[in-house]
T-cell receptor, first 115, second 115 residues
Framework: GAVVSQHPSRVICKSGTSVKIECRSL??????MFWYRQFPKQSLMLMAT?????????EQGVEKDKFLINHASLTLSTLTVTSAHPEDSSFYIC???????????FGPGTRLTVL | AQSVTQLDSHVSVSEGTPVLLRCNYS??????LFWYVQHPNKGLQLLLK??????LVKGINGFEAEFKKSETSFHLTKPSAHMSDAAEYFC?????????????FGTGTRLLVSP
């Protein structure tokens, strides 16, 4: 199956700083990408959906000015958590959907801890 | 509205015994259904998917699931558990009216396999 990487795998930052998480599709062109958040012992919750070259569509309750998503190319998307607070500590997971499939391919996730 | 209910948060089995992970779904439209597995520090991996073809779906690693519309269920089974099957399993529904883009995750079932 398709390979998706995320960087970094783990990040610890101070409250008030911004953190950027990269998501790359390594062996296919991803037209649509998704960012999820997973709190401990909970399920994945979709944060936003974006198509290459377009602005992201955010789910209800997700602040677009706080979680900046850039999907500039078919292989790279970034999520920037701005002015991070301890309540933003979570596991962030990206996924890509290819052109001709209903399947999403997931990255390994990034664990963010905000002190 | 679409939702998924995973009836068990934890399932414990002995190696070599059958596995049953239960899932019930609710969807206003004909859904696609998926089972994903999440191992620690690894990305979600697709086990199998139902997309309105055969109701009995075979997946990887010996897993299979049966779509039962009358019961709105999509339980995951495996005849004989292996130690490497210990992981978190998510049942996922993707309704047709979203172009099968949106994934709605269940809360997950942690499978524990003892020797």
């Amino acid at each position: 199956g398709a390979v998706v990487s995320q960087h970094p795998s783990r990040v610890i930052c101070k409250s008030g700083t911004s953190v950027k998480i990269e998501c790359r599709s390594l062996d296919f062109q991803a037209t649509t990408m998704f960012w999820y958040r997973q709190f401990p012992k909970q399920s994945l919750m979709l944060m936003a959906t974006s198509n290459e070259g377009s602005k992201a569509t955010y789910e209800q309750g997700v602040e677009k000015d706080k979680f900046l998503i850039n999907h500039a190319s078919l292989t790279l998307s970034t999520l920037t958590v701005t002015s991070a607070h301890p309540e933003d500590s979570s596991f962030y997971i990206c996924s890509y959907k290819g052109r001709a499939t209903n399947e999403q391919f997931f990255g390994p996730g990034t664990r963010l801890t905000v002190l | 509205a679409q939702s998924v209910t995973q009836l068990d948060s934890h399932v414990s089995v002995s190696e070599g015994t059958p596995v049953l992970l239960r899932c019930n779904y609710s969807s206003s439209y004909s859904p696609s259904l998926f089972w994903y597995v999440q191992h620690p520090n690894k990305g979600l991996q697709l086990l199998l998917k139902y997309t309105s073809a055969a109701t009995l779906v075979k997946g990887i690693n010996g897993f299979e699931a049966e779509f039962k519309k009358s019961e709105t269920s999509f339980h995951l089974t495996k005849p004989s558990a292996h130690m490497s099957d210990a992981a978190e399993y998510f049942c996922v529904v993707s309704p047709m009216n979203t172009g099968f883009q949106k994934l709605v995750f269940g809360t997950g079932t942690r499978l524990l396999v003892s020797p």
